[in-house]
């Protein structure tokens, strides 16, 4: 048992907070806490007060299933389980019913003593560690009184919520340290370089402010991502930021790749936008990432599924498939992915965040001028002068079923944490919805790839009718929406329709070509997300005015009642179009 700060105290605190309303008060109470406590102590009530035992890059895990709490807060106030489920309805949370308890009225475990409990019960791992744990947690609480068992509980089942955020706990250590909240930017600043709050408070305590304002990046702990702001038109973003650079903003999983391979083993970490280490679901970058000519590194970039049959992206729905606890194998084969990087931070010990975009982009190039690997790749850019331009390669990549872009001023700094107009948003409209099936004709397919290569077909082209041009114009490409059965009687009937060359009655870029071309004589019904605006789709284009697209479409049936003549018409694709968007 350790000397040093009771948790009683941290305890004592913690009530008053949870009594306390307005910020000030709650924050001069955590500022005062602080101020007792040695560096390490600091470090510990930081992180246990947003009710975690490490910072989200490392995450807590307990583990601990609710239910196997009930046998112990049963023992501890000596009543049956039943009354426990009884109280906890009365009292709102298991911890408010242990505080009814009597069965200590004083400890003498320090802060210390109880964090280095809790890290144990929550390495404990193997066979019968439900009960392990269980145990473990009684024998802790026993040598605590009721009022500190409540928030142990609450840590444990992840619901401690004192009802502040780190936000609160930067001006707590700038009160603690000078009596007001003057140090509030150079800590933030500080925790947006190296997002553990419990080492700037380490540090502020040990080192002082000298060692905070003169914080560096740690590999393996996230950096604070940088954020966009948003403008509606690119007439609008060019007004704002003059010449910039563009590039497609994907509906991905946003990463931040930290990459060290100065020990025995790489070691590679993928960070979530909100820090939380995401390396479980991406093994199938690691060994691609681990080959780039680098001894450190730390990068960002967008992780999105892709079809293989056809080269597109997939919703974010399907990327986050691989969130999945099991069956990550099969994951990687059923959604494998693409890392577009966007943007390098640091570079073999080198801080590259204060050099411009344009210096960090040629950086980022340099690494793959003779590294070409089809999963990972930088992301594309394209130089911005015109509003016109901005709008065209808006629409390009709205057609390729992306977001839309992300515009940068090329000469700006990476500021991490920081919202602002370096970097901006230019995304499809996001009221849209389109709620209507469409009937399609089938105009041809492509041979399959990966999985489908033996089936032949992995993907097929659809068009809608022009009733005055009496003609089809496509308007989507389609990998998803049938089984594996499916595809193969899919192909069977287009096999038997197939024509040696486009039909004259069909209007499609050369980009869309299929490798075979049919009849257009096979009705499906189309689902899709929404319909866009397309530079590439021929539906409804003209010499003034872009085609429609179909984003996300998949296949949910065929209509054999129906001929390729009563599908939707191109003028029923228009109205839609301007439906999906009235409020």
Same mark, same amino acid.
């Given at each position: 048992?350790?000397?040093?700060?009771?948790?009683?105290?941290?305890?004592?605190?913690?009530?008053?907070?949870?009594?306390?309303?307005?910020?000030?008060?709650?924050?001069?109470?955590?500022?005062?806490?602080?101020?007792?406590?040695?560096?390490?102590?600091?470090?510990?009530?930081?992180?246990?007060?947003?009710?975690?035992?490490?910072?989200?890059?490392?995450?807590?895990?307990?583990?601990?299933?609710?239910?196997?709490?009930?046998?112990?807060?049963?023992?501890?106030?000596?009543?049956?389980?039943?009354?426990?489920?009884?109280?906890?309805?009365?009292?709102?949370?298991?911890?408010? @019913?242990?505080?009814?308890?009597?069965?200590?009225?004083?400890?003498?475990?320090?802060?210390?003593?109880?964090?280095?409990?809790?890290?144990?019960?929550?390495?404990?791992?193997?066979?019968?560690?439900?009960?392990?744990?269980?145990?473990?947690?009684?024998?802790?609480?026993?040598?605590?009184?009721?009022?500190?068992?409540?928030?142990?509980?609450?840590?444990?089942?992840?619901?401690?919520?004192?009802?502040?955020?780190?936000?609160?706990?930067?001006?707590?250590?700038?009160?603690?340290?000078?009596?007001?909240?003057?140090?509030?930017?150079?800590?933030?600043?500080?925790?947006?370089?190296?997002?553990?709050?419990?080492?700037?408070?380490?540090?502020?305590?040990?080192?002082?402010?000298?060692?905070?304002?003169?914080?560096?990046?740690?590999?393996?702990?996230?950096?604070?991502?940088?954020?966009?702001?948003?403008?509606?038109?690119?007439?609008?973003?060019?007004?704002?930021?003059?010449?910039?650079?563009?590039?497609?903003?994907?509906?991905?999983?946003?990463?931040? @790749?930290?990459?060290?391979?100065?020990?025995?083993?790489?070691?590679?970490?993928?960070?979530?936008?909100?820090?939380?280490?995401?390396?479980?679901?991406?093994?199938?970058?690691?060994?691609?990432?681990?080959?780039?000519? @680098?001894?450190?590194?730390?990068?960002?970039?967008?992780?999105?599924?892709?079809?293989?049959?056809?080269?597109?992206?997939?919703?974010?729905?399907?990327?986050?498939?691989?969130?999945?606890?099991?069956?990550?194998?099969?994951?990687?084969?059923?959604?494998?992915?693409?890392?577009?990087?966007?943007?390098?931070?640091?570079?073999?010990?080198?801080?590259?965040?204060?050099?411009?975009?344009?210096?960090?982009?040629?950086?980022?190039?340099?690494?793959?001028?003779?590294?070409?690997?089809?999963?990972?790749?930088?992301?594309?850019?394209?130089?911005?002068?015109?509003?016109?331009?901005?709008?065209?390669?808006?629409?390009?990549?709205?057609?390729?079923?992306?977001?839309?872009?992300?515009?940068?001023?090329?000469?700006?700094?990476?500021?991490?944490?920081?919202?602002?107009?370096?970097?901006?948003?230019?995304?499809?409209?996001?009221?849209?919805?389109?709620?209507?099936?469409?009937?399609?004709?089938?105009?041809?397919?492509?041979?399959?790839?990966?999985?489908?290569?033996?089936?032949?077909?992995?993907?097929?082209?659809?068009?809608?009718?022009?009733?005055?041009?009496?003609?089809?114009?496509?308007?989507?490409?389609?990998?998803?929406?049938?089984?594996?059965?499916?595809?193969?009687?899919?192909?069977?009937?287009?096999?038997?329709?197939?024509?040696?060359?486009?039909?004259?009655?069909?209007?499609?870029?050369?980009?869309?070509?299929?490798?075979?071309?049919?009849?257009?004589?096979?009705?499906? @019904?189309?689902?899709?997300?929404?319909?866009?605006?397309?530079?590439?789709?021929?539906?409804?284009?003209?010499?003034?005015?872009?085609?429609?697209?179909?984003?996300?479409?998949?296949?949910?049936?065929?209509?054999?009642?129906?001929?390729?003549?009563?599908?939707?018409?191109?003028?029923?694709?228009?109205?839609?179009?301007?439906?999906?968007?009235?409020?």
């Amino acid at each position: 048992m350790s000397s040093g700060l009771k948790f009683s105290t941290v305890v004592s605190v913690f009530d008053k907070i949870e009594q306390a309303s307005g910020r000030l008060v709650i924050t001069q109470l955590f500022a005062d806490l602080l101020a007792q406590a040695t560096a390490s102590e600091a470090s510990i009530i930081c992180t246990i007060s947003l009710g975690k035992l490490h910072p989200p890059h490392i995450g807590t895990q307990f583990n601990v299933a609710e239910k196997s709490l009930i046998p112990i807060i049963a023992n501890l106030l000596d009543i049956s389980d039943a009354d426990v489920t009884k109280l906890t309805k009365k009292e709102g949370d298991f911890g408010s @019913v242990l505080a009814t308890g009597s069965w200590r009225t004083q400890s003498s475990l320090s802060v210390e003593d109880v964090y280095n409990a809790l890290c144990d019960i929550e390495k404990m791992g193997g066979t019968g560690s439900q009960d392990i744990k269980a145990e473990a947690l009684k024998k802790l609480m026993l040598q605590l009184t009721p009022d500190e068992a409540k928030y142990i509980v609450r840590m444990v089942i992840g619901k401690l919520r004192l009802g502040f955020s780190d936000m609160t706990i930067i001006d707590a250590l700038s009160w603690m340290k000078k009596g007001d909240k003057s140090l509030h930017g150079i800590l933030e600043d500080a925790y947006n370089v190296c997002a553990d709050i419990g080492y700037i408070a380490f540090m502020l305590k040990h080192k002082g402010v000298e060692a905070v304002t003169d914080m560096h990046v740690k590999i393996g702990v996230p950096i604070r991502p940088a954020a966009a702001e948003r403008l509606p038109t690119a007439k609008a973003i060019v007004e704002k930021i003059g010449h910039c650079v563009a590039q497609p903003k994907l509906d991905g999983f946003r990463l931040q @790749v930290h990459l060290n391979k100065t020990k025995k083993e790489p070691e590679i970490h993928f960070y979530s936008r909100n820090l939380q280490d995401m390396s479980a679901m991406f093994p199938d970058l690691v060994k691609t990432l681990s080959e780039l000519p @680098v001894e450190t590194l730390i990068c960002e970039g967008e992780a999105i599924s892709y079809d293989p049959n056809t080269g597109s992206f997939l919703p974010f729905q399907e990327t986050v498939k691989r969130k999945r606890k099991h069956g990550i194998e099969e994951a990687i084969t059923e959604f494998p992915l693409k890392l577009f990087i966007f943007d390098i931070l640091y570079l073999n010990g080198k801080e590259l965040m204060s050099e411009t975009h344009e210096h960090r982009r040629d950086v980022l190039l340099s690494l793959f001028k003779n590294f070409h690997h089809d999963d990972v790749q930088p992301i594309e850019e394209v130089a911005i002068t015109t509003a016109q331009q901005l709008e065209d390669y808006f629409l390009k990549n709205i057609d390729s079923g992306l977001e839309g872009l992300v515009v940068k001023r090329a000469d700006s700094v990476y500021q991490p944490g920081k919202r602002n107009f370096n970097w901006i948003k230019l995304k499809r409209h996001e009221e849209g919805q389109l709620d209507d099936t469409i009937d399609c004709v089938v105009l041809g397919y492509y041979a399959g790839k990966g999985k489908r290569a033996s089936f032949g077909i992995g993907a097929f082209l659809v068009g809608v009718y022009n009733k005055k041009e009496d003609r089809f114009e496509t308007v989507a490409k389609i990998g998803t929406g049938l089984k594996d059965p499916e595809w193969k009687e899919l192909k069977k009937k287009c096999d038997a329709i197939a024509v040696p060359h486009k039909p004259n009655n069909v209007v499609s870029a050369k980009e869309l070509h299929p490798d075979v071309w049919v009849s257009p004589e096979i009705v499906c @019904v189309i689902r899709a997300d929404e319909i866009t605006m397309s530079p590439l789709h021929a539906a409804g284009k003209t010499g003034e005015q872009l085609g429609m697209a179909l984003r996300f479409p998949r296949i949910m049936g065929y209509r054999e009642d129906k001929g390729p003549f009563d599908i939707t018409q191109v003028w029923e694709i228009k109205e839609l179009f301007d439906q999906q968007f009235a409020k």
